[in-house]
């Protein structure tokens, strides 16, 4: 199933007009504050009407305000999940969860129920209060109860914003089951580039109202003339599979033919993985480095270069693993007379590599 | 504390007249103060100004205008006698005036806990497929319930110690329309009635009390309970 959604809206001085179809997995609506992603996302949940627009899910039509359709909200079969959980502090988790399925018309086998909540691991929490909930549990049931409501399109804002570094790492996975297990379309909004490294099935970044680029998000995180949320978030996701752990504490993966070294993973070998790799952790060297502690040294050539107004470069090296952003000064990109073709080697510190960065 | 048959039919009626005034004023109360606290329409301050003329207006004025709209022999009332309903110099009619009076109090309870309730929970009940009645019966209404009866009791309590309308409207008539503040009133007229207004005093004191200490109970629950996301 595919969301296919156009839109232009006005608040004051900023327009937005926006046009992206989102897949099923998780497409991640992708830019800084500002940028208009939880307007299209209150659009397409119906908490707001734009001013023009087409909102539909294969044929089932959401908004079109030619035609002068604009279903409300509680039509749009809809499981949003919100920045805050928003859970309803007069109902206990038990019943919160369960609150969609009053008004879903066919009632649905409480298997469903035990399914979910063993899944999000909630089950000693239902018979409490909201309020006595952490950050991590009350975001866990938010995710549940909007499963439960049986939607055919999962909208989530910004779901780990107000977490710590702890509790996000506690949520991904979910996050990443519901990408790889659920058939509806998933529209989430972030500005992190972790959480859209780790959980992006297709990126649509936004800049300024206007969708810059959308596609996969090898594709799209890979490209140096897109940066949603600026320059010091870019980064390119590699696919690499785990061939070895090491008694050093060391993983081995192969991409593409080319060895790469992380910190241990938690997951068995033959594992496909999507590692991001921070452009800013990556150094360049036009000779083949030796007698360098960095372990992970990728050849390749350069694809393109992007000068900014600050004093750094973005250069898209094209690896036999992929593509692969180093973020370097533009003193060294003309020292180094990088330009289209030159071949070149990436060199990424294996400890540069955050764990929340690599993920199945 | 023993009161005699004339006292205690005083304040029976006067329990009988606030229970009505309160109850049946109750829904008109709650969609007033939703109106006022979310809807934006033409008139909004005219109707705001409107619920809370009887606590400006002296009550004497509510009690004439009352009385020139529903004795019998205006349009009104005319109209409504024709179809048995009856509220000049009935207890009916005292229920009508303390309803008006206990009004505003009502209203504005009842507001104050529907505008500290987080429109965003509403748009999440939505989101799970409640049209807006059931928000408003699931999420609205339990979150507003301390508050509702918070302004229930004030408008109970009002409504006991209504005089200057009721006895405008009513009159003080024993068995029909004489509340406990007309009863008080009327005892304190007659040479040795001292005794029988003092007890009435006092009942009228507990009962006050009691339904201020209770309100002020449950608008902290609310507060809690609103509050508590």
Redesign the interface.
Same mark, same amino acid.
């Given at each position: 199933m595919t969301l296919s959604v156009r839109l232009s809206h006005d608040f004051g001085s900023f327009s937005l007009k926006a046009e992206f179809e989102a897949p099923s997995g998780i497409t991640v609506l992708y830019g800084r504050s500002g940028s208009g992603k939880t307007t299209i996302i209150n659009a397409v949940? *119906?908490?707001l009407s734009p001013k023009a627009g087409r909102i539909s899910v294969e044929d089932w039509v959401l908004l079109d305000s030619e035609a002068g359709t604009n279903l /409300? /909200?509680?039509k %749009? %079969?809809?499981?949003?999940i919100?920045q805050? *959980?928003?859970?309803?502090?007069?109902l206990n988790v038990r019943q919160n969860l369960l609150? *969609?399925r009053?008004?879903?018309g066919q009632s649905q086998q409480s298997a469903e129920l035990d399914r979910i909540v063993e899944m999000l691991g909630i089950g000693h929490l239902l018979d409490r %209060? /909201?309020?006595k909930l952490s950050g991590g549990e009350k975001q866990r049931v938010g995710i549940g %109860?909007?499963l439960l409501?049986n939607p055919k399109l999962i909208?989530a804002d910004e779901p780990l914003a107000s977490l710590d570094e702890e509790r996000k790492q506690e949520i991904l996975p979910f996050f990443e089951r519901l990408r790889d297990e659920v058939s509806v379309p998933i529209l989430y909004v972030s500005h992190s580039p972790t959480e859209v490294g780790r959980l992006a099935t297709t990126v649509v970044a936004l800049e300024d109202g206007k969708v810059a680029k959308q596609g996969p998000a090898v594709e799209v995180l890979g490209d140096p003339m897109v940066l949603p949320a600026g320059a010091r978030a870019a980064g390119a996701l590699i696919e690499a599979v785990v061939i070895a752990h090491h008694e050093d504490g060391l993983s081995e993966l192969d991409a593409g033919g080319i060895r790469l070294l992380l910190p241990k993973v938690p997951v068995p070998t033959g594992h496909r993985l999507r590692v991001r790799i921070p452009a800013q952790d990556v150094i360049l060297s036009r000779q083949a480095p030796e007698g360098l502690s960095a372990l992970n040294i990728l050849p390749g050539t350069v694809e393109t270069i992007r000068s900014g107004e600050g004093p750094g470069a973005l250069v898209s090296v094209k690896t036999p693993a992929g593509s692969v952003l180093a973020r370097v000064t533009r003193r060294s990109a003309d020292s180094l007379d990088l330009a289209e073709g030159v071949s070149i080697h990436a060199i990424v510190k294996t400890l540069a590599i955050a764990p929340e960065d690599v993920g199945g | 504390m023993m009161l005699s048959p004339a006292e205690w039919q005083a304040v029976h009626l006067s329990v009988q007249v606030s229970f009505w005034a309160t109850l049946v004023s109750l829904p008109l109360g709650v969609l007033t103060a939703y109106a006022l606290a979310r809807w934006s329409f033409p008139g909004r301050q005219l109707l705001n100004g409107i619920v809370h003329l009887p606590l400006i207006l002296p009550p004497v004025v509510t009690g004439y205008l009352l009385l020139v709209t529903f004795a019998p022999k205006a349009p009104l009332g005319g109209f409504l006698a024709e179809l048995g309903i009856v509220f000049a110099f009935r207890w009916t009619g005292a229920a009508l005036a303390a309803a008006i009076m206990a009004f505003p109090l009502m209203v504005r309870a009842i507001r104050l806990s529907i505008e500290a309730v987080d429109v965003k929970l509403e748009q999440a009940s939505a989101t799970l497929g409640a049209s807006p009645p059931w928000v408003f019966l699931t999420v609205t209404l339990p979150l507003i319930l301390p508050g509702v009866l918070a302004g229930s009791i004030l408008a109970f309590a009002k409504a006991m110690g209504e005089f200057g309308a009721t006895i405008t409207f009513v009159s003080n008539i024993p068995g029909q329309t004489q509340t406990l503040p007309t009863a008080i009133y009327a005892f304190l007229q007659v040479p040795g009635g001292e005794n029988s207004a003092l007890r009435l005093v006092i009942v009228s004191v507990i009962v006050s009390m009691g339904a201020l200490l209770l309100s002020e109970m449950l608008s902290r629950r609310v507060a809690k309970r609103v509050g508590g996301v």
């Open positions: 949940a *119906g908490l /409300p /909200p509680h %749009r %079969r809809l499981g949003y919100f805050e *959980g928003r859970l309803f502090p007069h609150y *969609g009053w008004f879903v %209060r /909201p309020q %109860r909007a409501s909208l | -």
